[in-house]
Nanobody, 126 residues
């Protein structure tokens, strides 16, 4: 049984930084691409960032490029999202996601991911 557990979300002032973590268990973590999504109140879940199985390839939403960095530590079965220069519009619940099949490179569609964490709340005050 694959489990994803996010942590690190909290209230932060605009311009601040946070690092989110997603701890994975239940299978060989290094065989799979991983991604972060977020969902703000009243809005659809949206793609934030994705990382390949080795960590060598990353993709980002335009809204977070140059501010957020996704990384992974396969030895620790953990994927991270470093968020800098946070803005009030970054306020959302952030979710970690993984595909069921051993997909090596990330995609932007939520429909491509089968396992989701419970989410961690990030609130950015102005």
């Amino acid at each position: 049984q694959v489990q994803l557990v996010e942590s690190g979300g909290r209230l932060v002032q605009a311009g601040g930084s946070l690092r989110l973590s997603c701890a994975a268990s239940g299978r060989t973590f290094s065989n799979y691409a991983m991604a972060w999504f977020r969902q703000a109140p009243g809005k659809e879940r949206e793609f934030v960032a994705g990382i390949s199985w080795s960590g060598g390839s990353t993709i980002y939403a335009d809204s977070v490029t140059d501010r957020f960095t996704i990384s992974r530590d396969n030895a620790k079965n953990t994927v991270y999202l470093q968020m800098n220069s946070l803005k009030p519009e970054d306020t959302a619940v952030y979710y970690c996601a993984a595909p069921r099949s051993p997909v090596r490179f990330p995609t932007r569609g939520a429909e491509d991911y089968d396992y989701w964490g419970q989410g961690t709340q990030v609130t950015v005050s102005s």
